[in-house]
């Protein structure tokens, strides 16, 4: 991720703070654009073209934000993109603001993987574990991984808490061979 991504979101996580604004409309103005940014090719050409004055581009997010109805403050993170030739790291300045505004929240990221697909009730207590190891709340994308064998193998920020059949057997081997 380049230096500015972070800078962008981070001042754009200060104006909604600051503005008071609701977390979830702004995420969901974010995901309305970069739907719209994904599904159209023609859009992401002219806005990230050089030779197209920044005046054009904003006139065209303009003519788009009254179909979006997005907020002033969304609208201008847009503007300030374009103005800066920035425009084409819509996607990472989003996800950057998402995650500074998770971090905020005291809300940390996690990647559960299984080797099974689980249901709610097994989903909900591995959050809570992920939660007390975290020693917070934790947001959780799950994944399978049936090379694991089974367990669950929780990814942390940086921290890997390994309960796979396959990491037991793992470390097993590393203790006998250590032996």
Do not use: C
């Amino acid at each position: 991720m380049a230096a500015y991504v972070a800078r962008y979101a981070q001042a754009f996580l200060d104006v909604v703070t600051s503005a008071k604004l609701d977390p979830a409309a702004v995420n969901r103005q974010l995901g309305d654009f970069a739907a719209t940014w994904d599904g159209s090719a023609e859009l992401q050409t002219f806005l990230t073209n050089p030779a197209v004055a920044a005046q054009q581009k904003i006139a065209v997010l303009d003519k788009l934000n009254e179909k979006l109805g997005l907020q002033k403050e969304v609208r201008n993170l847009l503007a300030v993109l374009i103005d800066n030739d920035r425009i084409g790291a819509v996607k990472e300045v989003i996800a950057a603001y998402r995650q500074a505004l998770q971090a905020r929240m005291g809300v940390q990221q996690a990647e559960i993987v299984t080797a099974r697909e689980l249901n709610a009730a097994e989903k909900d207590a591995l959050l809570a574990g992920a939660g007390h190891l975290a020693g917070g709340k934790v947001e959780a994308s799950f994944r399978l991984d049936r090379n694991i064998l089974g367990g669950a193998v929780v990814r942390i920020g940086s921290t890997v808490y390994d309960g796979s059949v396959r990491g037991r057997l793992q470390r097993l081997r590393e203790s006998l061979v250590a032996d």
